[in-house]
């Protein structure tokens, strides 16, 4: 009898593309989706090696080319100190995303691991875990990073880490809500029967399976972390200038909105590209979470 309920849990589901070659047809046959991956891909090459796109200096200050506008080379057009706009916001790209990356995974382990213990221990451990999430999601959590920037003083990490301790609650919330449910799903249960023990079935079937879900969550959420971010550098709490960074470059722009308003309006949408980006590619992989691996 084992050997046939493991082989059930081990059995895996019908009907849906699996191994590389499945994924790779995901994004083949969805036109928006696969722009999303080049440009995450593209990004993420400027973020890793950005002379590959913009060689010049993004600190490199002409008083003759000052404020001119997009053309003749200059695909952003040029600052009030005579810099290349569109090098500042490749060179720019490295700080931000970095610092998105940071605060999703602060966010992700130790959200996920504090929802684990609330799911798998329950009682008033869970009880006492949930109320004090609960407290951190009712206050706006822009309030919470200023508060926590506010202690550990400006800079891009200090973002990040701030941004990170306030996701923390989101990711715990969810890893807690897919551990309870996926404790009382039929293979879990069935498992039981096969002699597996309760530690044994918690990180063999409960946790793989919840943990898709979060995976899934913190694609989205780097989004997320980008777009605040860049919130928290436009009012100058990220990196100081004259280093570029996204939101502090639609920042300084802000002054000549109203005649140059390439300066902010450009970075702001490599800002709002990538983000979307993200969030498409992440809708996908939150559309293929179900599948249970037993």
């Not at 309920?5 to 969805?30: D, H, I, Q, W």
């Not at 720019?92 to 995974?105: E, F, I, P, W």
């Not at 989101?170 to 809500?177: I, K, N, P, T, Y």
């Not at 694609?219 to 971010?229: C, K, P, R, Y």
């Amino acid at each position: 009898m084992t050997t046939t309920l493991e082989a059930g849990l081990a059995a895996p589901p019908s009907g849906r593309p699996r191994g590389l070659r499945g994924r790779l047809a995901v994004p083949a046959r969805s036109p928006g989706l696969l722009l999303a991956y080049v440009w995450i891909a593209v990004v993420l090459l400027a973020a890793v090696h950005p002379a590959l796109f913009a060689p010049g200096d993004p600190l490199r200050q002409d008083g003759a080319r000052m404020l001119l506008a997009p053309g003749g080379g200059r695909l952003f057009g040029t600052d009030d100190f005579g810099r290349d706009q569109f090098t500042r916001t490749v060179w720019g790209t490295g700080q931000s995303l970095r610092a998105a990356v940071v605060a999703v995974a602060i966010g992700l382990v130790g959200g996920s691991l504090i929802g684990l213990v609330a799911g798998a221990l329950r009682g008033r451990v869970d009880s006492v875990v949930m109320r004090i999430v609960d407290i951190m999601l009712a206050v706006p959590s822009l309030i919470v990073s200023l508060a926590i920037i506010s202690a550990l003083g400006r800079g891009t990490l200090n973002i990040a880490v701030a941004i990170g301790i306030n996701s923390t609650a989101g990711f715990a919330r969810l890893m807690r809500s897919e551990v309870l449910k996926m404790s009382n799903a039929p293979y879990v249960e069935a498992s039981v029967f096969a002699g597996h023990g309760y530690v044994r079935r918690l990180f063999k079937h409960v946790v793989p399976n919840a943990s898709r879900s979060v995976l899934a969550a913190a694609t989205m959420d780097i989004g997320t972390a980008i777009l605040t971010v860049a919130a928290l550098s436009f009012l100058g709490l990220g990196a100081p200038p004259p280093t570029p960074e996204w939101g502090l470059l639609v920042a300084e722009g802000r002054t000549f909105i109203g005649v140059q308003w390439w300066l902010s309006l450009l970075p702001g949408l490599v800002i709002v590209v990538t983000v979307l980006a993200v969030y498409r590619i992440g809708r996908s992989f939150n559309r293929g979470r179900t599948r249970v691996v037993a």
